[in-house]
């Protein structure tokens, strides 16, 4: 039976494994560094962010920002989720409802100073002048206007429809047309957009936004609203499983709880497993879990082999990475609202279900509720955008769009391998009973569609 390790050893070698815990060496005592450096200069992160964290056990109390840290000095770092691609988080994390506030209070002294300037300048004092150069369009449409203006009344009289052809005298229109035109033209206007390009004119990069009716939302919030008013939503960017790339935005209200987003989320992997219950969400070094079920038999805390892994015990299955998540708090994602969240623009966020299906996400932006935007409870969570997905060709032919999903298959090197109807059968239409059994095949479920790269 092997003999049990020393306290103080184990300690040591949980330290030696944690990778958001930064511990002092001889080599960075030697190059004076301090807390400043280690912040801005070698990891980039946020100072702030550092001192809260350590605020609890005192550690850096003792050290200005400039002093050189001694050996051994062991600084908590922030939790957070190491992925490849996007673009870095910036800010110091913030109290989500308390930001809304001052955005309100922003918005509000704005008002007050807008009020203010019309009393003593009159009122539309801010309104825009009318604009007085015209574009090429806009010109000729307003020199028609007047022509109808002026003729209309010399064409009252008339009665028959080929007499007022005749009538028209179009002959102003067409002079006041060339002289527009010669005025916009290049020798003209020596405009830089004018000049000819070295090479193809660049695209335009937009989002293809695939909002419609029915896809705009899924599941809407159906708790009583007790809000007297709504004035911003806040949006969150999901990313692709895959390729981190952009795949859909919801917006949501700052004083719904966080479940209402969990359910609205939908997954293409739901149509292997069905829908689970078993949830949670990773932001900003909490875990917030879906425990509404809480007491029933299915019901899983799926957060729990993350935090209580201990690669110290469990030496055989070495993994590191997984031992800093064991300090970071669980809360009821159904008791949170997102206005008690503390969060930081542009970090990634995990969204875990069916045991093992994650998805990255994170805070986009806020934008203010204006008067053609949807405001009531009821209308959230939505979506904002949805990027349309690149169509995923059969991987026998490579000719015609994935209809099944095969996972598992014991023919194919990648999975899930994706067919179409016609390879499909020529590959597994004579399969037994017994070699079914083998893989797990997955229809489209919406007949007339395929499957794509945003899944």
Known sequence: MPKALPSRVTSERREAVDPFLYIVSEEDAQNGMSLLDLCIRRLCISLADVQRINRANGALDQYRLDECLPVGTAI??????????????????????????????????????????????????????????????????????????????????????SDLVKAVDVEPIKKREREIVEAFSPETVRLRSFQALPGPAPKRRRHANDISPSTIATVLDPTEDFCVEHTHRWEFMFYTNRTLAERETWAV????????????????????????????????????????????????????AIRNYDPVANTAEFAGANLGFGACPVRSAAETRFADLQVKMGEYCVYQHLDRCSHAFALHGVRPLGPNMRTQRNQFPHRTMVKKGQVILCQMCGSFPSTIALFDDPLSPSNPSMYCAYCYEVLHGDDTEEEAQKYVKVNYPKKGEYFSFVA
């Open 76 to 161: 908590r770092l922030p939790v957070v989720v190491t992925v490849c691609g996007g673009s870095p988080p910036y800010s110091s994390y913030f109290a989500l409802g308390r930001e809304e506030e001052r955005l309100r209070g922003v918005e509000r002294r704005l008002g007050e100073r807008a009020a203010a300037f019309e009393a003593a300048h009159g009122s539309g004092a801010l309104e825009l002048p009318p604009r007085t150069v015209l574009s090429q369009t806009e010109q000729a449409t307003d020199f028609i206007h007047k022509e109808v203006e002026r003729q209309l009344p010399l064409l009252q009289h008339i009665t028959k429809l």
């Open 253 to 304: 209200l700052s004083c719904q709880p966080l479940t209402a987003l969990m359910d609205a989320l939908e997954c293409y992997s739901q149509p292997l497993y069905g829908k689970h219950r078993n949830a949670f969400f990773f932001i900003g070094g909490t875990f917030y879990i879906d425990d509404r079920h809480r007491g029933e038999e299915d019901y899983e805390d799926l957060s729990a």
